[in-house]
Nanobody
Framework: VQLQASGGGLVQPGGSLRLSCAAS????????IAWFRQAPGKEREGVSC????????YYSNSVKGRFTISKDNAKITAYLQMNSLKPEDTAVYYC??????????????????WGQGTQVTVSS
């Protein structure tokens, strides 16, 4: 299984970015894809996740209403649309995937598969 994250960059406050996480090697759609982020000097935290089986989505309180996660099963790719970005959203964003229970999708230890990080910088 391989995950390829992309789409990070530099954006001004209030701007938008869309991250992509392309997955390969899964034999079914019954897996969760999650986005985590890690800001300098802080612990990695869960941002959002989506269930492969029924499309249920979860968001952290800090991004709820601003970020939207989606998944294209045909392309086996998940997206994180990030709107109304704030400087505190600045972090390295990682995608992860595995057969986990969706309600536990922010538990990092449950994931064996991780993509490389993509840097998101929100600054004027």
């Amino acid at each position: 299984v391989q995950l390829q994250a992309s789409g990070g960059g530099l954006v001004q406050p209030g701007g938008s970015l869309r991250l992509s996480c392309a997955a390969s090697g899964f034999t079914s759609n019954n897996y969760v894809i999650a986005w985590f982020r890690q800001a300098p000097g802080k612990e990695r935290e869960g941002v959002s996740c989506i269930s492969g089986s029924d499309g249920t989505t979860y968001y952290s309180n800090s991004v709820k209403g601003r970020f939207t996660i989606s998944k294209d099963n045909a392309k086996i790719t998940a997206y994180l649309q990030m709107n109304s970005l704030k400087p505190e959203d600045t972090a390295v964003y990682y995608c992860a995937a595995d057969n986990v229970v969706a309600i536990q999708c922010f538990e990092m230890v449950l994931y064996d598969y991780w993509g490389q990080g993509t840097q998101v910088t929100v600054s004027s």
